[in-house]
Structures are given as structure tokens and as C-alpha cells.
């Protein structure tokens, strides 16, 4: 088959397919049945926090959805915070050479950032059916591999996606507090698990709440997250 016969039938970018051929991408490899889509993949060569960031905000706003050629994965996130958007942007990029990811606008106050890819049920077989907080959510041996080489992305993307920052009131003195939400109790214990790795207190405010309060601890996060932009 020639390219724009593979593009057709993958849906997949003939410019991306001809870089491919010329210089296949480090992650892939040989065909391999058992692969949802059909290669060989070589999680250790994903870049370990590009990865990281994206598989945060995937847990927290993102689906990976079937299309006749393809799958797409969305991230939803904010439009009032372009700085996270470019972030977001940058890194599914680096999962995807030679791909570019697509920002479409919503009817509400959000965008969606996307890329159509026959590789994303591989690279987060955590997607399925329904609501996360409806099935289990389980990381593969690989995905805490490279979750333990970059922490501080992994949970910098949870709290992009299903996080705040917010400058409280505390008895006349401002303090600095972080909150991740998630309906999920397996995602609130993969956020719980990455902050203890860092050394990072937390506490369970509420049923569906992790909060960081201590001083130390959120001038900590403040090194790798900081205020939303």
C-alpha cells in the first residue's frame, strides 16, 4: 500500500505516514496481534513527563473515543487559562511526532484539545465504556514506571484537569491551599499515591476531596504548578 492508501485507511495524515516510513517514531516497532492496534510498542521510549502531564489530564477531563478509522483523544479544559491549553497542546504532541493536536471551541466556556490516532487505546488502557468513576481505573505496570520518573507532571495534569488553587482566608491570614476533586476513588488514590512519592502531605477533606493546606507542602506544589494561567 502507498500512502495516501494507509492514510485513507488508518486516517491517519499522509505527511505523518511518509515520516513514519522514512523515520519511524522510537515507540513503535514490530506488528504485534495482540496490540488494539496492531504494533509493538515501546512504552519506554515515551518521554516519561510529557507523558505523565497528558495521562493526568486524561484521568481527570479526558476520553478516548472509537471513530471509523481512528481514535480520538479529548481533553476538556478551561478557556480562560491559554497557558494551559498550549501545555496540553505540547505534550500530546511529543506523544504523536509529527502530529499536531486541534483546539476546538465548545458552546460553553471550554475548548477541547484532541488528536485522532489508531495508537491511544495502547497508550491509555484505562478508556472504556461509561463514566471512570463507574469502572475500575488501574494503571499498567509501564504507566507507573513512567509516572514514578515524573511525578510532579502526573499530578500537575490532575490538577489542570480536576484541580484548584484558591488563596483562602484564614483568620485574617492568606493561605495558599490546593484541591483535587474526582467522583473516582481509584483516580483519588493514584493523585494520593504520586503526592506521597513527592513527600507531600495531604488530607481528605470530603468524600470526592483531597486538599494540601500545610505552608511546606503547598510552596512545594507551588515549584511545579503554581497559579492556573
Given at each position: ?37 496492531g504494533v ?62 486541534s483546539v ?84 483519588l488514590n ?40
Open positions: 500500500m502507498n500512502d495516501c492508501a494507509i492514510a485513507r485507511e488508518t486516517g491517519i495524515p499522509r505527511p505523518t505516514v511518509r515520516d513514519w516510513r522514512v523515520r519511524p517514531p522510537s515507540q513503535l516497532r514490530r506488528p504485534q496481534a495482540s496490540s488494539v492496534c509493538d510498542h515501546d512504552f519506554g521510549a515515551l518521554p516519561p513527563r510529557e507523558y505523565a502531564y497528558v495521562l493526568g489530564l486524561y484521568l481527570g477531563d479526558g476520553c478516548v473515543s472509537r471513530h471509523p478509522r481512528a481514535w480520538r483523544l479529548r481533553v476538556t479544559l478551561d478557556s480562560k487559562y491559554p497557558g494551559i491549553i498550549d501545555s496540553c497542546c505540547a505534550a500530546i504532541d511529543a506523544l504523536m511526532p509529527g502530529q499536531r493536536a476546538g471551541r465548545q458552546p460553553t466556556s471550554c475548548v477541547q484539545v484532541s488528536l485522532y490516532s489508531k495508537h491511544w487505546p495502547c497508550l491509555f488502557p484505562q478508556h472504556g465504556p461509561g463514566r471512570k468513576h463507574h469502572r475500575r481505573i488501574a494503571l499498567e505496570p509501564w504507566q507507573e514506571v513512567l509516572v514514578k520518573k515524573a511525578p510532579e507532571d502526573f499530578v500537575r495534569g490532575l490538577i489542570h484537569s480536576d484541580g484548584c488553587r484558591v488563596i483562602a482566608n484564614d483568620r485574617g491570614v492568606k493561605s495558599i491551599r490546593y484541591h483535587f476533586t474526582n467522583h473516582s476513588e481509584d483516580i493514584l493523585f494520593t499515591a504520586a503526592l506521597d512519592l513527592l513527600g507531600i502531605p495531604w488530607t481528605r477533606s470530603t468524600q470526592y476531596v483531597v486538599s494540601i493546606y500545610r505552608k511546606a507542602a503547598t510552596a512545594r506544589l507551588d515549584e511545579f504548578i503554581g497559579p492556573k494561567v
